[in-house]
Nanobody, 121 residues
Framework: QVQLVESGGGLVQAGGSLRLSCAAS????????MGWFRQAREKEREFVAA????????SYAESVKGRFTISRDNAKITVYLQMNSLKPEDTAVYYC??????????????WGQGTQVTVSS
């Protein structure tokens, strides 16, 4: 099992920025990719971004392209989500995910506990 711990959420005004972090531990050798999902109140969890540990393959949801940037630090086994130009509709609990690339994108990887991001208008 891999353990994921998110941090960096909080309250920010529209147009502001936040950086989320997710540190992995445990059986990380089984995790070939990491990514982020989010779940707003009364909505389904949705894919945000994913990155492979090797090769650098990256995917983004259309709704965050150009505003969010996912990156990784292989030495620290940590993935980051830099969120700029935040909008109230970005308000959600953000979850870190790990697994094979396809499982992460499909929402079938391992999950962290989530971190709340609130964007005020």
């Amino acid at each position: 099992q891999v353990q994921l711990v998110e941090s960096g959420g909080g309250l920010v005004q529209a147009g502001g920025s936040l950086r989320l972090s997710c540190a992995a531990s445990g059986r990380t050798f089984s995790s070939y990719a990491m990514g982020w999902f989010r779940q707003a109140r009364e909505k389904e969890r949705e894919f945000v971004a994913a990155v492979m540990w090797t090769g650098g393959k990256i995917s983004y949801a259309e709704s965050v392209k150009g505003r969010f940037t996912i990156s990784r630090d292989n030495a620290k086994i940590t993935v980051y989500l830099q969120m700029n130009s935040l909008k109230p509709e970005d308000t959600a609990v953000y979850y870190c995910a790990a697994g094979t690339y396809n499982s992460v994108v499909a929402g079938l990887g391992s999950w962290g506990q989530g971190t709340q991001v609130t964007v005020s208008s």
